[in-house]
């Protein structure tokens, strides 16, 4: 029916298109992994379900919340409506302080607490991190 030449360029193109698509697949599913989606003390209160995915909240430092046991810093990050508790350990930003804008990375244990596996702190007295910035301008 077919000659060898056209089995074998059937064979070849479906091989590049297997090969192709197990290519795409694998970019798609690491970049999945990698995403980190940024939420609001308010954002978090709202939510259904608890998320084990690795998730950034931002918002400003509570003032007089910041202590710091055992090497463990705890603190409270607010968008002036809701508030959610702060656990980290590790080294702390030099900029990391009261009433400035904070952004901390990690996981969420409830809707009051967070586990923090690295904190961004804001660069000078009028920089706040795009992502904190527009949330509380939605306020």
């Not at 809701?82 to 996981?107: D, H, M, Q, R």
Request: charged share 25%.
């Amino acid at each position: 029916m077919y000659g060898r030449k056209v089995k074998l360029r059937f064979f070849f193109i479906f091989l590049i298109a297997v090969t192709l698509s197990l290519t795409i697949f694998l970019i798609i599913k690491s970049l999945e992994e990698n995403v980190v989606y940024f939420k609001s003390p308010s954002e978090i209160k709202t939510l259904s379900e608890m998320q084990q995915k690795k998730i950034r909240i931002g918002g400003m430092v509570k003032t007089d919340s910041i202590s710091i046991v055992n090497k463990e810093l705890s603190f409270v990050i607010t968008d002036f409506k809701s508030e959610i508790n702060v656990v980290y350990s590790g080294l702390i930003p030099n900029l990391f302080e009261e009433g400035k804008g904070v952004v901390a990375e990690g996981f969420l244990k409830d809707e009051n607490f967070f586990s923090a596996t690295k904190i961004l702190a804001k660069h000078d007295e009028n920089y706040m991190p795009p992502e904190v910035k527009a949330t509380l301008e939605e306020k």
